[in-house]
């Protein structure tokens, strides 16, 4: 019974997560709080009903407040926003310290691509019927930033199933 409603929490949580905190930064610049907190709460919930041992639980504790405190060092330096902090700090909970260098390595590669590609189209002029939506204004604007989130949520999605939690509910 815990197997057949396990299985699609793990397999849609997290994933349905992140694809609202990209999409959230892609029309909106901001990433909600709730969500960065339903999935600190839900690797949890999730990684306590899967099985994962108590110990691996805290280790990924102290990769994702590590990686809080670097974010948001960050944040304060005016480097990224803090939506994408704490986004970071959440998914690197999910990830662990094994996972860390290949999510910032790929975070790194997707954001800048992106960033190239929304540059390169702020270059343009945005077609009146695209103006219209405030979004693809704000995205098209010059002085606007870029929305790292989708990134973030991008190199966490490519990863996930690689984490204990996913194993874990592959065992069940």
């Not at 280790?59 to 990224?80: E, N, P, Y």
């Not at 702020?122 to 219209?132: D, G, I, K, N, Y």
Request: proline share 4%; glycine share 10%; aromatic share 10%.
């Amino acid at each position: 019974m815990a197997a057949t409603i396990l299985t699609p929490a793990i397999i849609v949580f997290f994933p349905a997560a992140m694809a609202l905190a990209a999409s959230m930064d892609l029309v909106t610049m901001t990433i909600p709080n709730r969500v960065c907190a339903a999935l600190a709460i839900g690797y949890f919930v999730l990684a306590v009903a899967v099985g994962v041992p108590f110990d691996v639980i805290l280790i990924h504790l102290s990769c994702g407040a590590a990686v809080l405190v670097a974010m948001f060092t960050m944040f304060a330096l005016g480097w990224i926003g803090g939506g994408d902090a704490k986004l970071a700090a959440a998914t690197a909970l999910w990830l662990g310290w094994g996972m860390l260098l290949e999510y910032g390595a790929s975070a790194a590669l997707y954001g800048g691509a992106m960033t190239v590609v929304i540059l390169l189209g702020r270059r343009f002029v945005l077609p009146t019927w695209l103006s219209r939506h405030e979004w693809i204004a704000r995205l098209h604007d010059r002085k606007s930033g870029v929305p790292y989130g989708i990134a973030l949520a991008a190199a966490g999605l490519m990863l996930y199933p690689h984490t204990q939690i996913w194993q874990a509910a592959a065992s069940l």
